[in-house]
């Protein structure tokens, strides 16, 4: 096992752009420098697709913790390809509690949930009652990323605004929400920013986005400028 992490870890720095590394870790305020390869997202896509369902991949996943933040990019790519729901699912769970930054959390998905919404509810609620930053962050990345359309119920709506955090990621991710939530659900949405629902910062972070958002018209934006908390 530890001989096929050794080489998968060779592989991602044979892609290696110091570069990039360095850029990237300005970013991840959460992530050590030293533990930064800079491997830049369209390789590690292509690599996790080139060792997705090979013996390789399988001892990868097991492999936890990971030393560098670009092996949890790399599990998250992997683990994303996987096609069975009941596997994915087993597998995330033995990895989320690893996650330690915005960006694994973020492009961590899964393409089988598509196709398992109502199974992965019971989980959303699980993981966003968690107790690690970055699960909870997930558990709303997920509910919005597929249960703002057609899956959509407003007790959703209920369920992040609910959640009480002084973290910093996952009060933005709250804003990204709620901002989305406006942009495709505007009439449910919009009483939760007019009676002030969310903290003050995250109430004014999600205006913002959706005033910034392409996908909300200027009357809306007009009346969402009047709603800010100084």
Request: overall charge positive.
């Amino acid at each position: 096992m530890e001989s096929d992490k050794i080489n998968i870890t060779a592989q991602l720095f044979a892609l290696q752009d110091k570069a990039y590394a360095d850029f990237q870790s300005k970013l991840l305020p959460t992530v050590e420098r030293k533990t930064v390869i800079g491997v830049r997202t369209p390789a590690l896509r292509k690599l996790a697709k080139q060792l997705s369902k090979t013996p390789a991949a399988q001892e990868f996943l097991q492999s936890l913790p990971h030393r560098y933040f670009d092996e949890n990019q790399l599990h998250a790519f992997i683990l994303s390809e996987v096609k069975d729901f009941d596997t994915c699912i087993a597998e995330l769970e033995q990895f989320l509690p690893y996650v330690d930054n915005w960006a694994t959390c973020d492009q961590l998905s899964p393409r089988c949930f598509k196709k398992h919404t109502q199974e992965l509810l019971p989980l959303i609620r699980k993981w966003m009652a968690s107790q690690h930053t970055y699960t909870i962050r997930f558990g709303i990345c997920t509910l919005m990323r597929y249960y703002l359309d057609e899956a959509f119920r407003p007790e959703y709506l209920e369920w992040v605004a609910s959640i009480q955090s002084d973290e910093y990621y996952i009060r933005m991710m709250q804003a990204w929400y709620f901002a989305t939530a406006l942009a495709k659900q505007w009439n449910a949405t919009l009483p939760y920013i007019e009676q002030h629902r969310l903290e003050k910062d995250t109430h004014n972070k999600t205006i913002q986005k959706a005033v910034e958002s392409f996908r909300i018209t200027d009357a809306q934006k007009s009346l969402l400028k009047t709603l800010r908390v100084k």
